[in-house]
């Protein structure tokens, strides 16, 4: 049988809680952890797996291994009894317990040593100070240590779950471009092709850039939690331990315990608006004349959780309960607004005239809905209440909304069925017209300094917000002017 020299710690640490295993159990790829770790792994895993390995276990529920929780036992009774003898260690040199440590020298010494002239005008401390200095600083590193990898292991987290929600938005993304293909006739049949392939080459490398990420963060992980094992292992060693690698540790450079927090990763979305957005226009300009064009493409990652966008990206309405997937509640990003049930356009505005028209006739009663423009830098999450403006409609009122003013009411005969919106960035204009009743209803002026979003909020769950398409007529008279 191995003598107790020849383990080391590690043979018994669990890979979950990086402590001496409590009550062990041998997973059949041979790697071992504590019952309780593993259970309490498994509960949050959708298969049982090894945590190391990752291999597929086939038992339901662990068994101890009394043989590796006897030689747990050993391994901690013999490094109490060596660490119980510690203090009766001898100088070398005069044979006297070695008592103090030397400052200058970095090493112990007994009371002879410290009026040797070796010593003469070194400085002195207890040895049990010297090491609680010393453990009280790799403590204050590893709490900052082991937060850092809290972190790395939450980012981590999300990565694989972006990973998770750009499979779906391939295939959403893919079944829409089919969609949208199909009612084009057989010569279309190569550029639908081309546009899947496209879906999948994108889906492809933005997959492959949040893997790469995500193995950086588990590189990183990997890293913090062999410097958390190391100091761990060193704030348990015994003394002679200690003091021989103290010179080492406290010459080690500070930046060997610190790293960066780990930032969220930014637009790792497939651009659903440069497949979907206009696509049949975009497919073939032979199709422009019987084809619709809309002058205003929504950007699904800027959709609150709770908003459901239309398969052309131009209409939104809210998710009805049953659509309200616990999945949304657990996925965020930067760009989505976290608190107003908004959605921005995919495209700003910051020159020249631009107009849009809203189709809002199916929402009267008790619904509201919003329209209007925002400012590309204003915060997505929280109250927003500057670089806004937009028209309200709210228990049959309508409304004239900037920012943090006191609102405009709109006195009204009529309810509103289609509204035009007509953005004159230039002249610092905002204006919209009922287009049915050929009516101004409120302009707005300001002096615009950056780019401009066009936006819209709906609170009803069975009709859709949404802007009209504009003919191809109209489009030429557009770009004409």
Same mark, same amino acid.
């Given at each position: 049988?191995?003598?107790?020299?020849?383990?080391?710690?590690?043979?018994?640490?669990?890979?979950?809680?990086?402590?001496?295993?409590?009550?062990?159990?041998?997973?059949?790829?041979?790697?071992?952890?504590?019952?309780?770790?593993?259970?309490?792994?498994?509960?949050?895993?959708?298969?049982?797996?090894?945590?190391?390995?990752?291999?597929?276990?086939?038992?339901? $529920?662990?068994?101890?291994?009394?043989? !590796?929780?006897? !030689?747990?036992?050993?391994?901690?009774?013999?490094?109490?009894?060596?660490?119980?003898?510690?203090?009766?260690?001898? =100088?070398?040199?005069?044979?006297? %317990?070695?008592?103090? #440590?030397?400052?200058?020298?970095?090493?112990?010494?007994?009371?002879?040593?410290?009026?040797?002239?070796?010593?003469?005008?070194?400085?002195?401390?207890?040895?049990? +100070?010297?090491?609680?200095?010393?453990?009280?600083?790799?403590?204050?590193?590893?709490?900052?240590?082991?937060?850092?990898?809290?972190? &790395?292991?939450?980012?981590?987290?999300?990565?694989?779950?972006?990973?998770? &929600?750009?499979?779906?938005?391939?295939?959403?993304?893919?079944?829409? /471009?089919?969609?949208?293909?199909?009612?084009?006739?057989?010569?279309?049949?190569? +550029?639908?092709?081309?546009?899947?392939?496209?879906?999948?080459?994108? +889906?492809?490398?933005?997959?492959?850039?949040?893997? %790469?990420?995500?193995?950086?963060?588990?590189? &990183?992980?990997?890293?913090?939690? =062999?410097?958390?094992?190391?100091?761990?292992?060193?704030?348990?060693?015994?003394?002679?331990?200690?003091?021989?690698? *103290?010179?080492?540790?406290?010459?080690?450079?500070?930046?060997?315990?610190? *790293?960066?927090?780990?930032?969220?990763?930014?637009?790792?979305?497939?651009?659903?608006?440069?497949?979907?957005?206009?696509?049949?226009?975009?497919?073939?300009?032979?199709?422009?004349?019987?084809?619709? &064009? *809309?002058?205003?493409?929504?950007?699904?990652?800027?959709?609150?959780?709770?908003?459901?966008?239309?398969?052309?990206?131009?209409?939104?309405?809210?998710?009805?309960? %049953?659509?309200?997937?616990?999945?949304?509640?657990?996925?965020?990003?930067?760009?989505?607004?976290? !608190?107003?049930?908004?959605?921005?356009?995919?495209?700003?505005?910051?020159?020249?005239?631009?107009?849009?028209?809203?189709?809002?006739?199916?929402?009267?009663?008790?619904?509201?809905?919003?329209?209007?423009?925002?400012?590309?830098? /204003?915060?997505?999450?929280?109250?927003?209440?500057?670089?806004?403006?937009?028209?309200?409609?709210?228990?049959?009122? *309508?409304?004239?909304?900037?920012?943090?003013?006191?609102?405009?009411? $709109?006195? $009204?005969?009529? #309810? $509103?069925?289609?509204?035009?919106?007509?953005?004159?960035?230039?002249?610092?204009?905002?204006? #919209?017209?009922?287009?049915?009743?050929?009516?101004?209803?409120?302009?707005?002026?300001?002096?615009?300094? +950056?780019?401009?979003?066009?936006?819209?909020?709906?609170?009803?769950?069975?009709?859709?917000?949404?802007? !009209?398409?504009?003919?191809?007529?109209?489009?030429?008279?557009?770009?004409?002017?």
């Amino acid at each position: 049988m191995a003598s107790n020299s020849d383990f080391q710690e590690e043979d018994f640490v669990c890979p979950i809680c990086y402590n001496i295993f409590k009550d062990p159990v041998v997973l059949p790829c041979s790697h071992s952890g504590c019952k309780t770790c593993i259970e309490d792994y498994w509960k949050h895993k959708d298969r049982q797996e090894c945590p190391v390995c990752r291999k597929r276990s086939s038992m339901s $529920l662990p068994t101890v291994s009394l043989t !590796l929780k006897r !030689l747990c036992e050993v391994f901690q009774q013999a490094k109490s009894n060596r660490d119980a003898h510690v203090s009766k260690k001898l =100088c070398g040199q005069h044979k006297e %317990k070695l008592k103090l #440590f030397c400052l200058e020298d970095e090493k112990p010494v007994c009371l002879v040593c410290c009026y040797s002239s070796k010593h003469t005008g070194h400085t002195f401390r207890r040895i049990k +100070e010297v090491v609680e200095d010393c453990k009280l600083s790799v403590e204050a590193d590893l709490v900052i240590l082991k937060e850092k990898l809290r972190l &790395y292991n939450e980012t981590k987290q999300k990565c694989d779950q972006s990973v998770k &929600y750009i499979e779906m938005q391939g295939k959403v993304t893919k079944d829409q /471009v089919n969609s949208h293909i199909d009612v084009l006739n057989q010569i279309l049949e190569n +550029e639908m092709s081309k546009r899947i392939k496209a879906v999948r080459k994108e +889906e492809k490398q933005v997959t492959k850039m949040v893997q %790469k990420e995500t193995e950086s963060f588990r590189q &990183y992980c990997v890293i913090m939690e =062999c410097k958390i094992s190391e100091g761990e292992y060193f704030l348990e060693a015994d003394i002679d331990a200690l003091l021989l690698g *103290y010179k080492d540790l406290r010459n080690k450079p500070r930046t060997q315990w610190s *790293y960066p927090d780990p930032q969220p990763i930014s637009g790792a979305f497939i651009d659903m608006v440069k497949h979907l957005g206009n696509l049949q226009v975009g497919v073939t300009q032979n199709m422009l004349r019987s084809r619709s &064009y *809309y002058p205003v493409i929504l950007d699904p990652h800027t959709a609150h959780r709770d908003v459901l966008l239309n398969e052309t990206l131009t209409g939104i309405r809210m998710k009805k309960k %049953k659509e309200r997937k616990a999945q949304d509640r657990h996925y965020d990003n930067p760009e989505r607004f976290n !608190l107003h049930p908004w959605v921005l356009a995919s495209e700003g505005f910051d020159s020249g005239q631009n107009s849009w028209v809203v189709e809002v006739q199916d929402i009267h009663n008790c619904c509201s809905w919003t329209i209007g423009v925002l400012e590309g830098s /204003v915060s997505r999450h929280g109250v927003i209440d500057k670089g806004v403006w937009s028209l309200v409609h709210q228990e049959d009122v *309508y409304t004239a909304h900037s920012g943090s003013e006191e609102p405009v009411t $709109l006195t $009204l005969e009529k #309810f $509103l069925i289609n509204v035009k919106v007509t953005l004159d960035w230039d002249k610092g204009c905002l204006t #919209f017209f009922d287009t049915v009743n050929d009516l101004h209803l409120h302009t707005f002026t300001h002096n615009f300094t +950056e780019k401009v979003f066009p936006y819209l909020s709906n609170n009803c769950s069975k009709h859709m917000l949404a802007i !009209l398409p504009v003919k191809s007529q109209e489009l030429e008279i557009m770009n004409k002017n």
